[in-house]
Protein backbone atom coordinates (compact mmCIF):
# COMPACT_ATOMS: atom_id res chain seq x y z
CA UNK A 1 0.00 0.00 0.00
CA UNK A 2 1.67 3.41 -1.40
CA UNK A 3 0.89 6.29 1.17
CA UNK A 4 1.14 9.51 -0.49
CA UNK A 5 2.98 11.28 2.26
CA UNK A 6 2.15 15.31 3.24
CA UNK A 7 4.54 16.74 5.41
CA UNK A 8 2.11 19.91 6.90
CA UNK A 9 -0.38 21.10 7.79
CA UNK A 10 -1.52 24.86 9.27
CA UNK A 11 -0.24 25.17 12.87
CA UNK A 12 -2.15 27.05 15.68
CA UNK A 13 -1.56 31.30 15.25
CA UNK A 14 0.91 32.93 17.38
CA UNK A 15 0.89 36.59 15.35
CA UNK A 16 -1.79 37.92 12.98
CA UNK A 17 0.09 37.09 9.94
CA UNK A 18 0.04 33.96 11.24
CA UNK A 19 -3.37 33.63 11.62
CA UNK A 20 -3.87 33.87 8.23
CA UNK A 21 -2.02 30.43 7.20
CA UNK A 22 1.41 31.42 7.69
CA UNK A 23 1.96 29.27 10.84
CA UNK A 24 3.05 25.18 9.77
CA UNK A 25 2.91 21.91 11.83
CA UNK A 26 5.32 19.04 10.29
CA UNK A 27 5.81 15.63 10.30
CA UNK A 28 8.93 16.77 12.83
CA UNK A 29 6.64 17.78 15.32
CA UNK A 30 7.05 15.69 18.48
CA UNK A 31 2.92 14.98 18.56
CA UNK A 32 3.44 13.14 15.13
CA UNK A 33 6.40 10.78 15.96
CA UNK A 34 3.39 8.44 16.65
CA UNK A 35 2.11 8.82 12.85
CA UNK A 36 6.20 8.73 11.46
CA UNK A 37 7.12 5.93 13.86
CA UNK A 38 3.83 3.74 12.16
CA UNK A 39 4.94 4.73 8.79
CA UNK A 40 8.31 3.13 9.08
CA UNK A 41 7.85 0.51 10.47
CA UNK A 42 5.23 -0.54 7.89
CA UNK A 43 7.69 0.45 5.64
CA UNK A 44 10.16 -2.54 7.15
CA UNK A 45 7.26 -4.51 7.28
CA UNK A 46 6.91 -4.49 3.56
CA UNK A 47 3.18 -3.24 3.82
CA UNK A 48 3.70 0.55 2.82
CA UNK A 49 6.00 2.54 0.54
CA UNK A 50 6.31 6.42 0.88
CA UNK A 51 5.68 8.71 -1.86
CA UNK A 52 5.89 12.58 -2.00
CA UNK A 53 2.54 14.14 -1.98
CA UNK A 54 3.04 17.45 -1.08
CA UNK A 55 4.64 20.30 1.78
CA UNK A 56 0.86 21.09 2.50
CA UNK A 57 -2.07 19.99 0.64
CA UNK A 58 -2.83 23.39 -0.64
CA UNK A 59 -0.83 26.67 -1.18
CA UNK A 60 -0.30 28.39 2.13
CA UNK A 61 0.12 32.33 0.38
CA UNK A 62 -2.97 31.41 -1.37
CA UNK A 63 -4.58 30.50 1.35
CA UNK A 64 -4.12 34.13 2.85
CA UNK A 65 -5.68 35.41 0.07
CA UNK A 66 -8.24 33.35 0.36
CA UNK A 67 -9.45 34.23 3.37
CA UNK A 68 -9.67 37.71 2.72
CA UNK A 69 -12.96 36.73 0.38
CA UNK A 70 -13.78 33.58 2.66
CA UNK A 71 -14.60 33.93 6.03
CA UNK A 72 -15.32 29.94 6.49
CA UNK A 73 -11.74 29.18 5.46
CA UNK A 74 -10.15 31.66 8.47
CA UNK A 75 -12.85 29.31 10.75
CA UNK A 76 -11.25 26.26 9.39
CA UNK A 77 -7.72 27.86 10.06
CA UNK A 78 -8.48 28.89 13.37
CA UNK A 79 -8.95 25.16 14.07
CA UNK A 80 -5.67 24.43 13.54
CA UNK A 81 -3.12 22.23 14.47
CA UNK A 82 -4.22 19.17 13.14
CA UNK A 83 -7.19 20.41 11.27
CA UNK A 84 -8.62 18.00 7.90
CA UNK A 85 -7.76 19.89 4.26
CA UNK A 86 -10.77 18.11 3.64
CA UNK A 87 -13.15 20.50 4.67
CA UNK A 88 -11.69 23.32 2.26
CA UNK A 89 -13.27 23.83 -0.39
CA UNK A 90 -12.22 21.63 -3.45
CA UNK A 91 -10.15 24.34 -5.49
CA UNK A 92 -8.01 25.22 -2.51
CA UNK A 93 -6.69 22.09 -2.12
CA UNK A 94 -4.95 22.66 -5.50
CA UNK A 95 -1.29 23.08 -4.52
CA UNK A 96 0.05 23.72 -7.21
CA UNK A 97 -2.07 26.71 -8.80
CA UNK A 98 -3.65 29.93 -7.35
CA UNK A 99 -7.12 28.61 -6.56
CA UNK A 100 -8.17 32.16 -4.42
CA UNK A 101 -9.70 33.32 -7.43
CA UNK A 102 -11.62 31.49 -9.88
CA UNK A 103 -10.43 30.71 -12.80
CA UNK A 104 -7.49 29.99 -11.25
CA UNK A 105 -4.37 31.52 -11.82
CA UNK A 106 -0.81 29.99 -12.42
CA UNK A 107 1.97 30.66 -10.14
CA UNK A 108 5.24 31.78 -10.40
CA UNK A 109 8.32 30.09 -11.62
CA UNK A 110 10.47 31.18 -8.39
CA UNK A 111 7.63 30.25 -6.09
CA UNK A 112 7.02 26.54 -7.95
CA UNK A 113 11.21 25.89 -7.40
CA UNK A 114 11.34 26.72 -4.11
CA UNK A 115 8.03 25.25 -3.17
CA UNK A 116 9.44 21.97 -4.70
CA UNK A 117 12.72 22.03 -3.03
CA UNK A 118 11.46 22.80 0.35
CA UNK A 119 8.97 19.38 0.39
CA UNK A 120 11.57 17.47 -1.26
CA UNK A 121 14.08 18.22 1.62
CA UNK A 122 11.61 18.19 4.15
CA UNK A 123 10.81 14.60 2.98
CA UNK A 124 14.47 13.33 3.39
CA UNK A 125 14.84 15.19 6.79
CA UNK A 126 11.68 13.22 8.18
CA UNK A 127 12.33 9.73 6.16
CA UNK A 128 16.22 9.82 5.42
CA UNK A 129 16.10 9.45 1.51
CA UNK A 130 15.11 11.51 -1.06
CA UNK A 131 11.64 10.02 -2.40
CA UNK A 132 11.20 7.99 -5.69
CA UNK A 133 7.58 8.78 -6.76
CA UNK A 134 5.36 11.92 -6.71
CA UNK A 135 1.67 12.15 -6.53
CA UNK A 136 0.23 15.78 -7.39
CA UNK A 137 -2.26 17.05 -5.00
CA UNK A 138 -5.64 17.07 -6.57
CA UNK A 139 -3.64 16.17 -9.89
CA UNK A 140 -3.31 19.57 -10.78
CA UNK A 141 0.02 20.79 -11.90
CA UNK A 142 1.73 21.83 -14.72
CA UNK A 143 5.50 21.57 -17.21
CA UNK A 144 7.34 23.80 -14.75
CA UNK A 145 6.31 21.86 -11.36
CA UNK A 146 7.19 18.22 -13.16
CA UNK A 147 10.45 19.78 -14.30
CA UNK A 148 11.19 21.06 -10.75
CA UNK A 149 10.47 17.89 -9.72
CA UNK A 150 12.56 15.86 -12.08
CA UNK A 151 16.01 18.33 -11.19
CA UNK A 152 15.18 17.45 -7.11
CA UNK A 153 16.35 13.62 -8.03
CA UNK A 154 12.67 12.31 -8.50
CA UNK A 155 11.70 9.65 -10.89
CA UNK A 156 8.20 8.64 -10.97
CA UNK A 157 5.08 10.84 -11.51
CA UNK A 158 1.69 8.92 -10.45
CA UNK A 159 -0.70 10.61 -12.43
CA UNK A 160 -4.52 9.97 -13.63
CA UNK A 161 -3.94 9.58 -17.37
CA UNK A 162 -4.09 13.55 -17.85
CA UNK A 163 -3.03 16.55 -16.78
CA UNK A 164 -4.97 19.23 -14.95
CA UNK A 165 -3.08 22.95 -14.74
CA UNK A 166 -5.61 25.01 -12.90
CA UNK A 167 -8.95 25.08 -11.73
CA UNK A 168 -11.99 26.68 -13.89
CA UNK A 169 -14.64 28.92 -13.25
CA UNK A 170 -16.59 26.34 -11.50
CA UNK A 171 -13.45 25.21 -9.26
CA UNK A 172 -13.42 21.69 -11.46
CA UNK A 173 -10.16 20.78 -12.62
CA UNK A 174 -9.30 22.30 -16.35
CA UNK A 175 -8.21 19.01 -18.55
CA UNK A 176 -4.46 20.37 -20.43
CA UNK A 177 -4.97 18.40 -22.97
CA UNK A 178 -1.98 16.41 -21.83
CA UNK A 179 -1.81 12.47 -21.66
CA UNK A 180 0.03 9.85 -19.69
CA UNK A 181 0.04 6.69 -20.30
CA UNK A 182 2.05 3.73 -17.92
CA UNK A 183 5.72 3.64 -18.66
CA UNK A 184 5.70 7.04 -20.64
CA UNK A 185 8.93 9.24 -20.45
CA UNK A 186 7.95 12.36 -20.17
CA UNK A 187 9.75 15.59 -21.58
CA UNK A 188 10.93 16.55 -17.73
CA UNK A 189 12.26 12.85 -17.23
CA UNK A 190 9.92 11.26 -15.13
CA UNK A 191 8.52 8.05 -15.52
CA UNK A 192 4.72 8.19 -16.19
CA UNK A 193 2.44 5.55 -13.93
CA UNK A 194 -1.44 5.99 -14.51
CA UNK A 195 -3.95 5.72 -11.17
CA UNK A 196 -6.48 4.39 -13.03
CA UNK A 197 -9.67 3.03 -10.52
CA UNK A 198 -10.59 3.96 -6.55
CA UNK A 199 -11.29 1.98 -3.49
CA UNK A 200 -12.98 3.85 -1.27
CA UNK A 201 -15.38 2.35 1.44
CA UNK A 202 -16.58 5.20 3.13
CA UNK A 203 -18.40 6.20 -0.77
CA UNK A 204 -19.78 2.30 -0.10
CA UNK A 205 -16.83 0.51 -2.32
CA UNK A 206 -17.01 -3.21 -1.72
CA UNK A 207 -15.49 -6.22 -3.02
CA UNK A 208 -17.17 -6.22 -5.87
CA UNK A 209 -16.34 -3.33 -7.29
CA UNK A 210 -12.83 -4.03 -6.59
CA UNK A 211 -12.61 -7.23 -8.87
CA UNK A 212 -14.14 -5.64 -11.77
CA UNK A 213 -11.51 -3.23 -11.52
CA UNK A 214 -8.91 -6.09 -11.30
CA UNK A 215 -10.71 -7.84 -14.26
CA UNK A 216 -10.81 -4.87 -16.89
CA UNK A 217 -7.31 -4.25 -16.01
CA UNK A 218 -6.27 -7.62 -16.52
CA UNK A 219 -8.51 -7.93 -19.71
CA UNK A 220 -6.43 -4.69 -20.65
CA UNK A 221 -3.24 -6.19 -19.57
CA UNK A 222 -2.56 -2.95 -17.34
CA UNK A 223 -1.18 -2.57 -14.02
CA UNK A 224 -4.25 -2.15 -11.58
CA UNK A 225 -3.75 1.41 -9.30
CA UNK A 226 -6.80 1.44 -6.64
CA UNK A 227 -6.58 5.58 -5.34
CA UNK A 228 -7.99 5.48 -2.05
CA UNK A 229 -8.18 8.34 0.68
CA UNK A 230 -6.94 8.51 4.59
CA UNK A 231 -10.83 9.60 5.13
CA UNK A 232 -11.67 6.39 5.07
CA UNK A 233 -9.91 6.03 8.28
CA UNK A 234 -9.35 9.20 10.21
CA UNK A 235 -11.53 11.90 10.80
CA UNK A 236 -14.75 12.99 11.01
CA UNK A 237 -16.69 10.68 8.02
CA UNK A 238 -14.25 7.86 8.68
CA UNK A 239 -15.82 3.96 8.93
CA UNK A 240 -12.00 2.46 10.10
CA UNK A 241 -13.06 -0.60 10.91
CA UNK A 242 -14.90 -1.08 7.99
CA UNK A 243 -12.76 0.45 5.63
CA UNK A 244 -9.99 -2.02 6.84
CA UNK A 245 -12.69 -4.75 6.43
CA UNK A 246 -13.27 -4.02 2.90
CA UNK A 247 -9.64 -3.56 2.08
CA UNK A 248 -8.63 -7.28 3.25
CA UNK A 249 -11.56 -8.98 1.83
CA UNK A 250 -10.65 -7.24 -1.45
CA UNK A 251 -7.50 -8.52 -1.14
CA UNK A 252 -8.13 -11.70 -0.18
CA UNK A 253 -10.51 -12.23 -3.00
CA UNK A 254 -8.66 -10.87 -5.52
CA UNK A 255 -6.27 -13.64 -4.57
CA UNK A 256 -9.14 -16.21 -5.11
CA UNK A 257 -9.87 -14.53 -8.68
CA UNK A 258 -6.08 -14.68 -9.95
CA UNK A 259 -3.67 -16.71 -7.75
CA UNK A 260 -1.07 -15.41 -9.42
CA UNK A 261 -1.47 -11.81 -8.86
CA UNK A 262 1.71 -9.80 -7.77
CA UNK A 263 1.95 -6.65 -5.26
CA UNK A 264 4.43 -4.27 -6.54
CA UNK A 265 5.27 -0.58 -5.21
CA UNK A 266 5.41 2.26 -7.92
CA UNK A 267 8.60 2.41 -8.36
CA UNK A 268 9.20 -1.14 -8.84
CA UNK A 269 6.40 -0.98 -10.98
CA UNK A 270 8.38 2.05 -13.14
CA UNK A 271 11.37 -0.23 -13.20
CA UNK A 272 9.85 -3.13 -15.17
CA UNK A 273 8.61 -0.58 -17.60
CA UNK A 274 12.07 0.84 -17.76
CA UNK A 275 14.12 -2.61 -18.13
CA UNK A 276 11.33 -5.09 -18.83
CA UNK A 277 10.71 -7.91 -16.75
CA UNK A 278 8.33 -10.83 -16.21
CA UNK A 279 5.47 -8.56 -15.65
CA UNK A 280 5.86 -7.48 -19.25
CA UNK A 281 4.21 -9.32 -21.87
CA UNK A 282 5.79 -8.51 -25.41
CA UNK A 283 3.88 -11.11 -27.54
CA UNK A 284 2.00 -9.72 -30.54
CA UNK A 285 -0.78 -12.08 -29.75
CA UNK A 286 -1.98 -10.77 -26.13
CA UNK A 287 -0.98 -6.93 -27.50
CA UNK A 288 -3.74 -6.98 -30.28
CA UNK A 289 -5.90 -9.07 -27.23
CA UNK A 290 -5.30 -6.28 -24.72
CA UNK A 291 -5.87 -3.22 -27.56
CA UNK A 292 -9.31 -4.83 -28.25
CA UNK A 293 -10.32 -4.28 -24.63
CA UNK A 294 -8.56 -0.84 -24.09
CA UNK A 295 -10.47 0.20 -27.56
CA UNK A 296 -13.96 -0.74 -25.87
CA UNK A 297 -14.24 1.72 -23.31
CA UNK A 298 -15.85 5.31 -23.13
CA UNK A 299 -14.07 8.08 -23.48
CA UNK A 300 -12.59 10.85 -26.00
CA UNK A 301 -9.76 9.12 -25.69
CA UNK A 302 -11.28 5.54 -26.74
CA UNK A 303 -12.64 7.37 -29.53
CA UNK A 304 -9.39 8.87 -31.23
CA UNK A 305 -7.21 5.46 -30.49
CA UNK A 306 -9.87 3.88 -32.20
CA UNK A 307 -9.72 6.29 -35.08
CA UNK A 308 -6.08 5.49 -35.47
CA UNK A 309 -6.49 1.60 -34.99
CA UNK A 310 -8.76 2.02 -38.11
CA UNK A 311 -6.47 4.79 -39.92
CA UNK A 312 -3.54 1.93 -39.24
CA UNK A 313 -5.87 -1.17 -40.45
CA UNK A 314 -7.26 0.80 -43.43
CA UNK A 315 -3.42 1.87 -44.59
CA UNK A 316 -2.26 -2.12 -44.35
CA UNK A 317 -5.29 -3.01 -46.22
CA UNK A 318 -4.52 -0.49 -48.84
CA UNK A 319 -0.99 -1.75 -49.22
CA UNK A 320 -2.11 -4.89 -49.63
CA UNK A 321 -4.61 -3.88 -52.38
CA UNK A 322 -1.90 -1.81 -54.23
CA UNK A 323 -0.85 -3.53 -57.69
CA UNK A 324 2.89 -4.51 -58.08
Not at 162 to 179: C, I, K, Q, S
Request: aromatic share 8%; glycine share 8%; hydrophobic share 45%.
Amino acid sequence: MTLGVILAGPGAARTPDEALGAARVTLEDARLKPVCDAMAQGVRAGVFDLQLHGMEHYHPAVLTRAVQMDPQVGVWLAGAPFVETEQLPSPLQSRWTDASVLPSKALDKGDILVRVADEVAMFRQCFGALPEVVVPPTFVWNACVERAWAEQGLAVLVTPGERYEMRGTDGLPVDAGVYYRNGQRCASGLLAIVRNDYFEPVRGHRTGRGLAGLATKWAQRRPLLLETHRSNFVGASAQHAESVRAIGDLVSAALRAQPGLRFVTVAELAQHYVRGGDLIDPRLWTRLLALRYRLDRPGRRRKIFGLLAALTLAAAFAALAAPV
